[in-house]
């Protein structure tokens, strides 16, 4: 069965400090990965995806992330954190063989000034 | 401007009074999908529409209805709603899905529903 982890409900992080949201996952072949950030009181936004190649995928507003296929990780990174990025970010995994998007419970991410 | 729209945005309704969300796309978008979200369980997908008049249940589906006659638009229908349907709801689109094919979602603004 398919499933997505983010450990962590809420992680907190000083303005101008790095930032990391973990993911890890769960499918039969090979898999299709994607972040998504939710501001308040808005809709998901794409923020960026894994299909295949490089390991590190960059994305919008200064995100990326790194696919490792051994530690089934898909971990998103920031170099440095802005107070604008405080929010709730969302993992999701499909697994090329099927259709359905399995979505994680969500990262609160607070930055602060 | 290429966008999922919802309406309405926030809704107040009662036990048993038959409702209609409505979602609707401009981008030509093949793959239509209805999530709700609620706190801690993340997003679960109700039903999911992969071109006109196909439709699947997604992983909770009981107590909802959809319909996709035109590829636009893609109504979301409560026919009893109950207070366990109190949440936050999303309409999202996608171009086609396939293997191989792994395009990203747009997802509409939400409709925040109560149901007393």
């Known amino acids: 069965a398919q499933s997505v982890a983010q450990p962590e409900d809420q992680v907190n992080v000083a303005e101008g400090n790095p930032l990391t949201v973990k993911c890890t996952y769960s499918?039969?072949?090979?898999?299709?990965l994607f972040w998504y950030v939710q501001y308040p009181n808005r809709g998901l936004q794409f923020l960026l995806k894994?299909?295949?190649?490089d390991n590190l995928v960059k994305g919008s507003y200064g995100f990326e992330a790194e696919f490792n296929k051994s530690q089934t990780s898909f971990h998103l990174k920031k170099p440095s954190a802005l107070v604008s990025d405080s929010a709730l970010y969302f993992c999701?995994?499909?697994?090329?063989?099927?259709?359905?998007?399995?979505w994680g419970a969500g990262t609160k991410l607070i930055i602060k000034p | 401007e290429a966008q999922v729209t919802q309406n309405p945005r926030y809704l107040i309704t009662v036990t048993g009074k038959k409702l209609t969300v409505t979602c609707s796309q401009n981008?030509?978008?093949?793959?239509m999908s209805w999530y709700r979200q609620d706190p801690g369980l993340g997003l679960r997908q109700i039903y999911y529409?992969?071109?006109?008049?196909?439709?699947d249940k997604g992983d909770v589906p009981e107590g909802y209805k959809v319909s996709r006659k035109e590829k636009r638009n893609f109504p979301l229908i409560l026919e009893s709603p109950s207070p366990n349907q109190t949440s936050l709801y999303f309409c999202?689109?996608?171009?086609?899905?396939?293997?191989?094919?792994?395009?990203?979602?747009?997802f509409g603004p939400g409709t925040r529903l109560t149901v007393t």
């Open positions: 981008m030509n978008h093949e793959y």
């Open positions: 894994y299909i295949t190649g």
């Open positions: 529409s992969m071109n006109v008049e196909v439709t």
């Open positions: 999202a689109s996608s171009r086609r899905l396939g293997h191989q094919a792994a395009y990203e979602q747009y």
């Open positions: 499918v039969s072949g090979n898999p299709y």
């Open positions: 999701a995994v499909r697994a090329d063989s099927n259709y359905q998007l399995i």
